[in-house]
């Protein structure tokens, strides 16, 4: 095993990677830091737009200022509509950005097919992403309208919505980006 992985990986690729990571997640974190904004606004638009849909709610918009995108929901109570604000800062969701496409271009040398393999990589995340904000914006949602009596009170909904949530936030902060790098270079290395 050990000869088989020395006759893959050789000194020179391994520094060559490890420069390749540590100069692109620099460069990258700079450039994340100026677009985490606009990004979150999308993930944020195509997110709301499907929880609304699931929810049966209406979207009346969403704004964003800087890190921070606010997603307003309203639903017909009665005669007037009740509009509920959901606020979510982008960086709790995409700050593994950088970190993966960093890792991923250091894996350069080593893949094949690298077209489909980096958008693979880039649709895994994105569809994590949405999963995230998808839970989040479910369970604030669902949270304030059981409190103003527009949704019957349903606390087995309620926590799994909490727990589905929770799972994607802690997955987010510790092992999906290298879930996502590892599923790649298992899938296409050379």
Same mark, same amino acid.
């Given at each position: 095993m050990r000869k088989a992985l020395k006759q893959i990986i050789t000194k020179p690729q391994v520094l060559k990677a490890l420069l390749t990571f540590f100069a692109a997640y620099i460069v990258l974190t700079i450039i994340w830091m100026q677009v985490a904004g606009i990004y979150g606004y999308g993930i944020e638009f195509i997110a709301s737009e499907f929880v609304a849909a699931a929810k049966g709610v209406r979207l009346d918009g969403i704004v964003r200022e800087k890190d921070i995108v606010?997603?307003?929901?309203? *639903?017909?109570?009665?005669?007037?509509?009740?509009?509920?604000?959901?606020?979510?800062?982008?960086?709790?969701? *995409?700050?593994?950005?950088?970190?993966?496409? *960093?890792?991923?271009?250091?894996?350069?040398?080593?893949?094949?097919?690298?077209?489909?393999?980096?958008?693979?990589a880039l649709l895994i995340l994105v569809l994590f992403h949405l999963l995230h904000v998808s839970l989040l914006e479910t369970w604030r949602l669902t949270s304030e309208f059981t409190g103003q009596g527009i949704e019957a009170a349903n606390k087995v909904r309620l926590s799994a919505y909490y727990f589905f949530w929770g799972v994607v936030e802690h997955a987010s902060m510790s092992f999906v980006p290298f879930l996502i790098v590892t599923y790649i270079f298992v899938r296409f290395r050379k």
């Open positions: 606010t997603a307003t929901f309203c *639903s017909l109570k009665e005669t007037e509509y009740v509009c509920v604000d959901i606020l979510t800062k982008a960086s709790a969701f *995409s700050t593994n950005v950088p970190l993966v496409l *960093s890792m991923l271009g250091a894996l350069f040398p080593f893949l094949r097919n690298r077209k489909r393999a980096y958008a693979e």
